[in-house]
């Protein structure tokens, strides 16, 4: 069985072996046969029981920008509420259900709903279906907290689920 780490481990074999058999060894000669060893895997991909890690690696790095535009999104939100001359929020807490399945997806999404300024997950029922999160401001909080869960699940699903 041919999983991800291993096919990089394979590419990373290819690309040093390419450097190895050239007259020169530097960066570019390795960084040719690791091409090369891309094109092999990529060529022998259907033979894999898992998919092609640069895919893995594409929604990995998609994932990423879809964090980095919710913690700017929200993090603007949440310096509206502190600028304004009379905070005016209405804090509190609500549930949250989830179509994700298994501890790593269950954690990535809590951590990265955590990591975005505004809320915050308390807690995790034990059947790791609802998180309990406290928002700053409810009525504005869950609903942009809503449209962060939909867009993190999509991402962590295209990483997880291959």
């Not at 040093?16 to 960066?27: A, E, G, H, K």
């Not at 929200?74 to 209405?90: C, E, F, W, Y």
Request: charged share 15%; aromatic share 14%; net charge positive.
């Amino acid at each position: 069985m041919v999983t991800l780490p291993i096919q990089v481990l394979i590419n990373l074999f290819i690309g040093v072996l390419w450097m190895f058999l050239q007259d020169n060894w530097n960066y570019l000669t390795f960084f040719s046969g690791y091409l090369f060893g891309l094109l092999v895997l990529f060529i022998l991909r259907r033979f894999f029981p898992s998919g092609f890690y640069i895919t893995t690696l594409v929604a990995v790095v998609r994932l990423f920008f879809v964090f980095i535009h919710e913690l700017f999104t929200s993090s603007i939100a949440v310096v509206r509420h502190v600028v304004k001359p009379k905070l005016n929020i209405s804090p509190g807490i609500f549930t949250l259900d989830t179509e994700l399945e298994g501890d790593l997806e269950i954690t990535l999404l809590a951590l990265l709903l955590c990591l975005t300024p505004g809320s915050v997950v308390v807690e995790v029922s034990p059947n790791s279906r609802t998180f309990y999160m406290h928002g700053l401001d409810i009525p504005e909080s869950r609903d942009s907290v809503y449209k962060s869960k939909v867009r993190f699940e999509n991402a962590i699903k295209r990483v997880t689920r291959v």
